[in-house]
């Protein structure tokens, strides 16, 4: 077993820089194989995620070459069948982002029904309902979703609620169907942007990514290309918070300041202070923290993968802050970790009430999911003593060199393996 452990209490200093974004590059490496041919991706974060999704595409029958650290060259000219086992999906969400993809190339795609983070229902009911409006059969069979058409046909889509995962898998699907695909009411994230800048750089014709409407005139093929991804607004945002949190004085580099404004909203009113440049931010905390209410809303709301970092910072604000999540049913589970810790937090079903204490204690937890996990990672720096955090796969999902990146700025944070034997005994 490996987990971290973490010595509280440094703030963190110096500068780090934001890795590749992880929701673009796991919509883009599915997406590569509309092309038929060879595309470079750069700026690819190194994450579990990503080798996944590499895994998979090699499985298919496609060669993938890593060019450096942060480049890969995928070709996708040869594709055995257009499957994507449960073996291979059941560890990530985005793996369904290949019913989309396959379906755009191959005219059928069988996938399984995908894993990832657990917090709440995660319905694919939008996804279903894209593919359906283009002319697709669609049916569930022993947790696969299969679906196939004979020809698809462009057509006017209004989705129900904002969904992220919707909007790309429909896009992806959508970009060879014959005539206009208008999407409405669609999610407005940097990384749909992202992918949408991707396709057209492979030839596809897509326009109004990041407004409500996206409009997809549907060409014949695409080719292959390179192409940079965005730095991840996550993994900037997470640094943002564990600097503010800790009381630091850190320049976040390779960043996109335009996307992390809502949270640079949040962690003024919070008490830090914050600069912005053109491709990086510093964040500087020199008093203590103010209670500060936060709503997560679809983007450029606050987003919901901030939700936990954000509230773990807001445990030493004096008074009572007012956390709301807009986008999950159950997205705070990991505040029963934190209460281990000392925090002060009551959850009312989508709202957390979190009163202020004066100090957080170390102690062992678990990380629940990915950006819990980042909470937890923040709440160690903060506390007093010794945090011992367990199942960190969950962190690393989603985290390039997160222990590195830490102690460069001074943490005290360590990764450590515990044989199984010991873990056995322990039990
Ligand atoms: C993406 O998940 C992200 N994952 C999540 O980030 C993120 O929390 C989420 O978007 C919201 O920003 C990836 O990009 C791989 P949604 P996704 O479809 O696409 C409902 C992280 O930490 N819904 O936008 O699965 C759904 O229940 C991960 O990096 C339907 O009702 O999220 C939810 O309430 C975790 N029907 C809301 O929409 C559907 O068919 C938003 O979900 C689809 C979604």
Redesign the pocket.
Same mark, same amino acid.
Do not use: F
């Given at each position: 077993m490996e987990k971290f452990v973490i010595e509280g209490g440094t703030k963190l200093k110096g500068e780090v820089t934001i890795s590749g974004a992880?929701?673009a590059a !796991?919509a883009i490496i599915p997406a590569t194989i509309l092309a038929k041919g060879r595309c470079v991706i750069e700026n690819i974060p190194n994450i579990s995620d990503v080798t996944i999704l590499l895994r998979i595409l090699r499985e298919m029958g496609c060669t993938v070459n890593l060019i450096d650290r942060t480049t890969v060259e995928i070709d996708t000219t040869y594709i055995h069948e257009p499957v994507v086992p449960y073996e291979m999906a059941r560890h990530m *969400?985005?793996s369904y982002y290949f019913l989309g993809s396959l379906l755009g190339r191959c005219n059928e795609a069988s996938v399984s029904m995908p894993g #990832?983070?657990h917090f709440g !229902? *995660? =319905?694919?009911?939008? @996804?279903i309902k894209g593919f359906e409006a283009l002319g697709a059969s669609v049916s569930i069979d022993y947790g696969m979703i299969n679906a196939k058409w004979d020809t698809p046909i462009g057509a006017h889509i209004y989705f129900d609620?904002v969904? !992220?995962?919707?909007t790309i898998n429909v896009m992806l699907s959508a970009v060879k169907a014959k005539g206009l695909t208008v999407l409405e009411n669609v999610?407005k994230?940097p @990384?749909i942007v992202d992918l949408a800048n991707f396709l057209n750089s492979m030839g596809a014709d897509i326009r109004g990514a990041g407004t409500d409407v996206i409009k997809i005139r549907g060409v014949d093929m695409l080719r292959g290309t390179t192409y940079s991804i965005i730095p991840d607004q996550?993994e900037a945002g997470t640094y943002m918070v564990a600097t503010a949190a800790t009381g630091g004085d850190v320049l976040i580099k390779n960043v996109i300041p335009k996307h992390l404004e809502s949270i640079t909203d949040k962690l003024e009113k919070a008490g830090a202070e914050i600069t912005e440049y053109d491709d990086a931010i510093r964040v500087v905390r020199r008093q203590p923290l103010i209670k500060t209410n936060v709503k997560t809303l =679809?983007h450029p709301g606050f =987003?919901?993968?901030m939700q936990p970092q954000i509230t773990v910072m807001l445990c030493l604000a004096k008074g009572t802050s007012i956390i709301t999540e807009g !986008?999950?049913d159950n997205r705070f589970k990991y505040v029963d970790e934190l209460r281990r810790m000392g925090a002060n937090i009551q959850v009312d079903g989508r709202v957390a009430v979190v009163e202020g204490v004066d100090q957080l204690t170390g102690a062992p937890v678990k990380a629940t999911d990915? *950006?819990a996990g980042a909470a937890l990672l923040i709440g160690g720096l903060m506390a007093d003593g010794m945090t011992e955090i367990e199942d960190i796969y969950h962190i690393e999902r #989603?985290y390039e060199n997160v222990v590195e990146k830490l102690q460069s700025l001074g943490a005290n944070i360590q990764k450590v393996v515990v044989p199984d034997e010991v873990v056995a005994k322990a039990l």
């Open positions: 992880k929701n !796991v *969400r985005a #990832g983070c !229902v *995660r =319905p694919i009911d939008q @996804h609620v969904s !992220v995962g919707a999610a994230e @990384h996550i =679809p =987003p919901t993968d !986008v999950w990915l *950006r #989603g």
